[in-house]
């Protein structure tokens, strides 16, 4: 498929035709922008690129910018969390729109050197089946997740790579809980903020698997005590989440509490919004 060309030119030919989102899907959408703005992490690990074409990426989240373009907020394998202005992609014949979607691999081309830079051209590529009813609203989650935790201008390849085995996994119903966790613990890491499982901080011994500990958001698995406020979890779950097997119902209750803690601590209290729908509607 050829690229589409960003334009901001009025003359625009009859392409492809917009997608138009659910009223759901937009709610949903400005709950992530509005979020965003009001914590976006702060951190630019890397001087901005003049120039970028043919770069993998994924829309996280668009907002209307003047009176025909749009802010496009994007994850990049190589360049990381971005931000573009997509010019024209209002016009209600501008190709872009039927383009410029969440959750669908494109293949994008910008220019510039400022925080939000100019979208030159984008391409569907294709390879992954669309995200339906509840699937969908996990993927939203993971667009909050990365908008609120991962900084401009980090690239995170593997994290890239976890997001669309993420979405592959979702599309196909694997197991939703499970499928979250397993992303969750993979950002934290990917971004340098979670620490090792297999490894008390207090005993520096190894994770005993029939020992009871709690997670510093900071430092790691120490011996549980009394005293403590933190959720408890068991050394076999903190192992099982360093291998990624979540088949013990127990793993899976105790994983699910420990994550909520250690997200909330890292998003300093911000609220993930799109997780509440989720635990409304499915207790995940």
Not at 229 to 254: H, I
Request: a neutral charge; one cysteine or more; glycine letters at 6%.
């Amino acid at each position: 498929m050829s690229a589409i060309i960003a334009d901001d030119t009025a003359g625009e030919t009859a392409g492809e035709t917009a997608m138009p989102s659910s009223a759901a899907e937009e709610q949903l959408i400005a709950v992530i922008g509005g979020a965003a703005a009001a914590s976006p992490p702060k951190r630019r690990a890397r001087p901005l690129d003049t120039r970028v074409t043919g770069q993998p990426g994924f829309v996280l989240h668009s907002y209307p910018h003047r009176e025909t373009s749009l802010i496009i907020d994007v994850f990049s394998r190589d360049y990381g969390r971005i931000a573009l202005v997509a010019k024209g992609a209002k016009r209600p014949l501008s190709k872009l729109r039927g383009v410029l979607q969440t959750f669908q691999p494109l293949s994008l081309s910008w220019s510039g050197k400022s925080e939000i830079r100019t979208l030159i051209a984008a391409e569907w590529v294709g390879g992954l089946l669309p995200l339906e009813k509840s699937a969908l609203l996990c993927g939203f989650y993971l667009n909050e997740l990365l908008v609120k935790l991962v900084a401009r201008d980090d690239p995170h390849a593997a994290l890239f790579d976890h997001y669309v085995t993420t979405l592959n996994q979702l599309a196909h119903q694997e197991p939703a809980p499970i499928v979250l966790r397993q992303f969750e613990r993979a950002l934290l890491k990917q971004t340098g903020v979670a620490g090792d499982f297999t490894r008390c901080t207090s005993s520096r011994q190894p994770v005993d698997p029939v020992e009871n500990y709690v997670v510093d958001p900071e430092r790691g698995p120490r011996i549980a005590r009394a005293a403590d406020s933190w959720p408890r979890v068991s050394g076999k779950t903190l192992l099982d989440m360093e291998r990624e097997d979540y088949s013990d119902v127990v793993t899976q209750a105790q994983s699910k509490v420990l994550m909520r803690f250690l997200l909330a601590h890292h998003l300093g209290g911000a609220p993930l919004n799109t997780r509440q729908i989720l635990i409304d509607l499915m207790q995940l």
